[in-house]
């Protein structure tokens, strides 16, 4: 897909899958937040639940709320404006979340079949977002660098004419008035 921006035509590099995969993620992490929360309140109901680890348990899960929202919030931004900080900073918040899901998944105090595919599942789509994001900062970078790079070619340039609001370019020897925009 191109734009054309002021004569030029523009590629938009957004990428539809990461950006389908966030919107998901949303939708997805709120049903895993309520049931982890209702998992543990039920394992400390029916187990023999330590305090100590029932209070750490709750913490990490609002730390990984927390984490996850500003996450798919930086991850949006920047696949939307097409910029590599916003990713780059969702991409490693994206390695802390994933920690955290593998403590979910792995040292909790307990650990039902209902936690761990839960887990699987946030785990699997962090990990297509962590693969998307990276090749997404590749293509930004890929057309910074095109377009810092880019020399002009021999005979092209912009020049201004006498006339206010009118411009040349020289292009192949040729000599075509524009408008100014």
Known sequence: ??????????????????????????VYYIFYFLATLMIIIYKSQVFTYPDDFLALD????????????????????GNLTEEEYPLGISLVITAGSIILSIY?????????????????????????????QVIAIAAFNGREAGLRGREPLS??????????????????????ALKAV
């Open 1 to 26: 897909m191109a734009a054309v921006r002021r004569g030029r035509a523009t590629s938009v590099l957004s990428s539809v899958p990461l950006q389908i995969l966030f919107y998901l993620n949303v």
């Open 58 to 77: 709750l913490i990490l899960l609002f730390i990984m709320a927390v984490l996850e929202a500003i996450r798919l919030y930086f991850g949006t931004k």
């Open 104 to 132: 979910f998944l792995v040292w909790q105090t307990y650990v039902l079949r209902a936690d761990v595919i839960i887990n699987v599942v946030l785990l699997v789509t962090c990990g297509l977002e962590a693969i998307l």
């Open 155 to 176: 005979g092209e340039g912009i020049t201004r004419t006498q006339e206010p609001g009118r411009v040349q370019l020289a292009s192949e020897g040729k000599v075509n």
